[in-house]
């Protein structure tokens, strides 16, 4: 029998996760490649940074595998001699947030050992980018064709779409359209003015990262509602146990989460552990809601839900914090109505929420405004090609990859392509929470899962046991 040959695109968290739950979980040969063009799986856009002050967003307690002794991303911190050399890491209660970096190194090492504990599996990492997949054969940017059984999307998040109103500035040299490209925040002088667009996540890297090179100009930051991150929990809290609610109507649930938090503050509680067990159920609350349901949540609600869901390190919360109270941040719910190219600088117009223009002259604009799900299946080379021939489509929600309920992605036609399948956040629109690294852990151990029983369904009906 043939050794079947999976192929994952895309070497971050997912799919070195996937990659990892094959080689665990497989009982007989397999071959499993990973493509990716970083020189080492596990770091993707996340886990890829250089950047000191990009931390790991919850406790390095939080961070493992699915199936992994709880902590244990954390004792291998422990032991590494970044966790003395970074005493910004430690904070007071015990916990220790690392940079974001020191967990794409563990993940690379754990792929390393898998490879090692499970010899009747190969695995292996291809550095190249794919370009097409055509008749079972993936075609690579190096040229190498790879034919596969099994195709496995582990499509990391685009970078941020640049707005309309900023794309005759693309090429001004005030304007930072990704922040994450390396460098770039390195020619911001510290007296420089700087405007970001977006209040979430990205923003407050940024702000962290301008901190470390000194930055002390005028910052402004605005969005749509201005609401930044929240700061995550320090110390230990006890677990909350949700009340019972069947509702599939967005608008109960955001009324029963209220009476949640207000309960748990009788209780002197923090809202974020009734958040957190929200969190738990979110797949299950997500598909429970209609369509219908869900795009009103993502109209109304998404912006309020990401900045309590996804929160920041306590030491970039610190620095936002420092900031505002020195009032060299202004935080802003405003939009951009304006732009005005002034040489090297530009001119912002924004009109504010509550009434009112301002005017701020600045020498850099940074565009902070997330991925740019809604253009993924155009994004990359592969995507393109899989889309041109109906095998792969948008989801109804802009959020990334059409998918059925075992990741197997859904053609032009509505069918599900059994060889084919999406791992991570692009398959979130079917399953809901789908960002968080626990979340995305269990995926990626469903998907392998998923993969190995129908490999083992095609080999049978292929080699059918002979008759006596």
């Known amino acids: 029998m043939a050794t079947a040959h999976v192929i994952i695109v895309g070497g971050g968290f997912s799919g070195t996760a996937l990659a990892i739950h094959l080689a665990r979980t497989s009982a007989v040969s397999l071959l499993i490649t990973v493509v990716e063009p970083r020189d080492q799986l596990g770091g993707g856009v996340a886990y890829s940074t250089t950047e000191p002050a990009h931390r790991i967003n919850v406790p390095a307690t939080r961070m493992q595998l699915s199936g992994e002794e709880q902590g244990a991303f954390d004792r291998w911190y422990r032991q590494q001699p970044e966790c003395s050399l970074d005493s910004v890491a430690h904070c007071a209660d015990g916990s ?14 754990q792929f390393a050992h898998a490879q090692q504990l499970h010899p009747h599996v190969k695995m292996r990492h291809v550095q190249a980018s794919a370009v097409a997949w055509e008749g079972e054969q993936l075609l690579l940017s190096n ?13 990391s998040h685009p970078p941020p779409a640049l ?9 001004h040299p005030a304007l930072i359209a990704n922040p994450w490209q390396r460098g770039v925040l390195d020619t ?14 990205s923003m407050a890297d940024v702000v962290a990262s301008l901190d470390t090179r000194q930055h002390r100009g005028p910052l402004i930051a605005f969005s749509r509602r201005g609401q930044l991150s929240r700061a995550n929990l320090s110390g230990e809290w006890p677990e909350w146990t949700l009340a019972p609610q069947n509702a599939s109507n967005a608008r109960l649930w955001l009324h029963h989460i209220r009476a949640e938090v207000a309960r748990a503050a009788e209780q002197q509680l923090p809202w974020q552990r009734v958040l957190d067990q929200v969190r738990v159920q979110g797949q299950d609350i997500w598909q429970s809601l209609p369509l219908q349901e869900q795009q009103r949540f993502v109209r109304h609600l998404r912006s309020w839900w990401d900045v309590h869901r996804y929160r920041i390190a306590p030491q970039v919360a610190a620095v936002i914090s420092a900031r505002q109270q020195q009032g060299s941040l202004n935080v802003m719910a405003a939009r951009l109505s304006n732009i005005v190219d002034h040489g090297k600088q530009l001119a912002i117009t924004l009109h504010l929420r509550g009434g009112g223009i301002e005017t701020h002259p600045i020498d850099h ?3 902070t405004t997330g991925p740019g799900h809604e253009a993924l299946t155009d994004s990359q080379p592969l995507l393109q090609s899989l889309s041109q021939q109906g095998l792969i489509r948008p989801d109804s929600l802009g959020f990334g990859i059409d998918v059925d309920w075992h990741s197997q992605t ?5 069918q599900p392509n059994a060889r084919l399948l999406v791992v991570g956040p692009a398959a979130r629109a079917r399953f809901g929470e ?3 690294l626990p979340q ?18 095609a080999h049978a009906e292929r080699c059918p046991p002979s008759a006596h």
């Open 96 to 109: 220790v947030y690392p940079q974001r970096g020191m967990f794409g190194r563990y993940l690379a090492q």
């Open 440 to 457: 995305v852990a269990d995926h990626a151990a469903a998907v392998a899962q998923t993969i190995l029983q129908e490999l083992q369904i």
């Open 365 to 367: 604009l940074i565009v």
């Open 188 to 201: 911001i002088h510290p007296d420089a003015s700087v405007a970001i667009i977006g209040t979430g996540l």
């Open 143 to 155: 040229g190498e064709t790879l034919p596969g059984d099994v195709l496995a999307l582990a499509i």
């Open 163 to 171: 707005p309309r109103g900023l794309q005759p500035f693309a090429q």
């Open 434 to 436: 789908l960002m968080g």
């Open 410 to 414: 859904l053609d032009s036609n509505d």
